[in-house]
């Protein structure tokens, strides 16, 4: 199984970025997928996860209203819109896919799988 994750980058404050995370190696329509987060010298946090249908979400408090998570089931691919990037935003992002038995929350021991991460900076 691998997550590809690309969309990174550096952005002012107040900008978006639009993550991507192609998964490939298991079925993807299939997996209930999300996103975690781990700023500089923090623990790994939970940003957004959505069900292997894509008709179900679930948001971190602080993602909601600025962010929004989606798939592609033609790509095999996951994204994470962010607007209105703030500098505590700043973190590297992971692309992550669920234990099958399990449902969208955000409990990393729910994870079964994490891609490499992708950079997220945001400057003020």
């Known amino acids: 199984v691998q997550l590809q994750a690309s969309g990174g980058g550096m952005v002012e404050a107040g900008g978006s970025l639009r993550l991507s995370c192609a998964l490939s190696?298991?079925?993807?329509?299939?997996?209930?997928m999300g996103w975690f987060r781990q700023p500089p010298g923090k623990e790994r946090e939970f940003v957004a996860a959505?069900?292997?249908?894509?008709?179900?979400?679930y948001y971190s408090d602080s993602a909601k209203g600025r962010v929004t998570i989606s798939r592609d089931h033609a790509r095999n691919t996951v994204y994470l819109q962010m607007n209105s990037l703030k500098p505590q935003d700043t973190a590297v992002y992971y692309c992550t896919t669920y234990d099958g038995r399990r449902g969208i929350s955000g409990h990393r021991e729910y994870i079964d799988y994490w891609g490499q991460g992708t950079q997220v900076t945001v400057s003020s």
């Open positions: 190696g298991r079925t993807f329509s299939m997996y209930n």
């Open positions: 959505v069900a292997s249908t894509g008709g179900g979400r």
